[in-house]
């Protein structure tokens, strides 16, 4: 009874909510997470929540005597399809679950201006979660402490280069995230690269701090 109320006592909750078009590696990334089997994956065409409790390597250096070392997290990936038809599941997602994050992943091989429209919409439909009230919406929107991830998928068909990933989103992907910025400049904005099918122990620690960053900025250690 006293180990399970201690598990309770140090396990903390990160809700993150995966959005992108379809093909851009969110349900990989989501089996990825959980340490499943990243082959042979069905494109998404509803709401899936995925949960699995992890570890992050930072804990393992935190002091002996500091809670952090021992905690566990608890992740609860929503994972939404990308097809535009079904772009109206993402607000859906957003107002039911209470997201701590928004993973948004762009795929490098794909038409920017889709991912474009994609990201807009993303900044739209978390605004509309805010209030029904667009006037109050975009007020709550300059104070609400989200965390944004922009996330440059498959970069291991751009040279495997984080360099490349940052010229792409500076070319293409620029303008609508800083127009996101603006919108929410309470919140916090990061952006990364990966490669979802990557197998690698560096591809995992890049994997690990997006996390890490998410739980940074809800916990604040």
Aim: with cysteine; aromatic share 10%; net charge neutral.
């Amino acid at each position: 009874m006293m180990i399970k109320l201690m598990s309770k006592m140090l396990t903390r909750d990160l809700s993150v909510t995966v959005l992108g078009n379809t093909g851009a590696g969110k349900t990989t990334l989501v089996h990825r997470l959980k340490g499943e089997d990243v082959e042979d994956i069905s494109p998404t065409t509803s709401i899936e929540v995925h949960q699995k409790t992890i570890r992050l390597k930072s804990q393992s250096f935190k002091p002996a005597l500091s809670l952090e070392r021992y905690r566990s997290y608890r992740v609860r990936a929503i994972d939404c399809p990308g097809d535009m038809s079904l772009w109206p599941y993402w607000k859906k997602a957003l107002a039911d679950y209470n997201t701590n994050g928004i993973i948004f992943l762009i795929d490098p091989t794909q038409d920017s201006k889709v991912q474009i429209d994609a990201l807009t919409q993303v900044s739209n439909y978390y605004l509309m979660t805010l209030d029904d009230d667009v006037v109050r919406a975009e007020r709550k929107a300059r104070k609400v402490k989200a965390i944004f991830f922009l996330v440059v998928n498959k970069i291991d068909l751009i040279g495997n280069s984080k360099g490349n990933a940052d010229e792409l989103i500076k070319e293409k992907y620029q303008t609508a995230w800083n127009h996101l910025k603006e919108r929410y400049p309470s919140s916090g904005h990061y952006w990364e690269a990966i490669s979802a099918i990557d197998e690698t122990e560096q591809m995992f620690d890049t994997i690990d701090g997006i996390f890490e960053t998410i739980k940074r900025e809800i916990y604040g250690e």
